[in-house]
């Protein structure tokens, strides 16, 4: 039976006017053009916790909150491993959210990014696929070991598309055939019963900077099992939440 993938989608861009320059009413400005003198930078040079601030920090992430059934101002942690996690043999924990008086249904996430490409108008080049693997070990791990309330695998494909000039910018996200490949990522099948899937795309469509102009699309391919998380658990992420300024 055919499946189709159905994302959630935002497109941004930005104007930039000089102090004092008056905005007239009689004057158009354009927004998503596809003209650009230049590459400002690339969007596939960002690491991995980059583009995940990135995205936390952007118009996505209320798409990713609202989804989780989770306040738009949550706590939030980056890259952490003390106190949550002791042991120097495993990997961060690369995002944590909760609600600020709910530590006991934390939700962490292992992200593993991928570097999409498009190199003419009906070929894309994938970078980091086989990478997935890692993610997947890993996140496994973080439900064995730790074993948040909800634990996720979320996967970040940078789309830098500047050479899929036949769209207009508003549809220059991945092609059919490349999210199938996405959708199909490495050892999927090993990944835990209880550990969810979310496809994040950040799209760079010209060579204007994705900073100022960005398409995002979100999938929750997978919920997360709801577990009872462990008082000790519930205890480190309190400690985590003080030394970042809240008191839950």
Do not use: W
């Not at 570097?115 to 993610?135: F, M, Q, T, Y």
């Not at 994040?200 to 391919?221: A, L, M, Y």
């Amino acid at each position: 039976m055919r499946k189709y993938l159905v994302f959630d989608c935002i497109n941004t861009d930005t104007l930039a006017f000089n102090q004092g320059e008056i905005i007239s009413a009689d004057k158009s400005y354009n927004l998503f053009t596809p003209e650009d003198d230049g590459i400002e930078d690339n969007i596939t040079n960002e690491d991995e916790e980059q583009i995940l601030k990135l995205f936390m920090n952007s118009e996505g992430s209320r798409l990713l909150l609202s989804k989780l059934e989770i306040s738009q101002n949550p706590f939030r942690a980056f890259s952490v491993r003390k106190p949550i996690d002791e042991n120097p043999k495993h990997s961060d924990i690369d995002l944590i959210l909760c609600e600020p008086e709910l530590p006991q249904f934390s939700i962490g996430f292992q992200c593993k990014r991928l570097k999409i490409v498009s190199l003419n108008e009906g070929e894309d080049e994938i970078n980091k696929l086989p990478d997935i693997k890692k993610a997947v070990t890993q996140a496994n791990k973080q439900r064995e070991n730790l074993g948040f309330h909800r634990n996720y695998l979320i996967i970040i494909s940078e789309i830098f598309g500047r050479k899929f000039t036949s769209e207009n910018t508003l549809f220059r996200k991945a092609r059919p055939d490349t999210r199938q490949k996405i959708y199909d990522f490495p050892q999927r099948e090993s990944l835990h019963d209880d550990v969810g899937i979310i496809f994040v795309e950040i799209g760079q469509p010209t060579g204007k900077s994705f900073r100022k102009q960005r398409n995002i699309c979100i999938r929750i391919d997978k919920e997360a099992s709801r577990l009872d998380q462990t008082p000790n658990l519930t205890h480190r992420v309190r400690e985590l939440m003080r030394f970042n300024g809240f008191t839950p």
